[in-house]
Structures are given as C-alpha cells and as structure tokens.
C-alpha cells in the first residue's frame, strides 16, 4: 500500500488515521524511521524490535546458549579470515 504524506517545511507530517490504527498509534506513540538505499521505511517500536528479535534468531540458529560474546567473536574470526 501506498500513501501519499505531505511533509510541512517544520518537519512535522499527518500519517492518516486509519493507518494509525493500523499500528496500534491511534493514541500517539513513536515510530522509527531508517534510511536505505531504497527510500525511507517508518516502524513503530514494537516492529522494530520484532525485526531485530528475527535477527538475532536467524543469526544465531543451531547455537543454543549463545552469548553475544560468542556472537562477536565469531564476526571477529570471520572477518580476520578474510
């Protein structure tokens, strides 16, 4: 779906209320917005960190009791090997 929003010469801009509802925002609340090569994608809090939770799951499938330690040792000795 695609909407179009208007951005006011503050900064601020109107996301429409259906959309709002959407979310879980209809009440106020925050949302993220991440630059990529792409465009621009807004989330809410609560998506963001349902993103990064699939992340992290993904990257440390098969590695039961992984620490972050050992996650960052890994890159460390993956990136020192190339």
């Known amino acids: 779906m695609t909407i179009q929003v208007n951005v006011?010469?503050?900064?601020?801009m109107n996301l429409p209320s259906a959309v709002r509802k959407r979310l879980g925002l209809s009440g106020g609340g925050a949302v993220l917005i991440e630059e990529t090569d792409d465009g621009?994608?807004?989330r809410t809090v609560s998506q963001a960190v349902?993103?990064?939770?699939?992340l992290s799951k993904r990257l440390t499938a098969g590695k039961?009791?992984?620490?972050?330690?050992?996650?960052?040792?890994?890159?460390?000795r993956e990136a020192n090997a190339e």
Not at 8 to 12: A, L, Q, S, T
Not at 50 to 54: E, G, I, L, N, P
Not at 64 to 76: I, K, Q
């Open 8 to 12: 006011m010469p503050n900064g601020r």
């Open 40 to 42: 621009v994608v807004l």
């Open 64 to 76: 039961e009791g992984a620490t972050v330690a050992d996650f960052l040792a890994d890159r460390h």
């Open 50 to 54: 349902a993103r990064a939770q699939a």
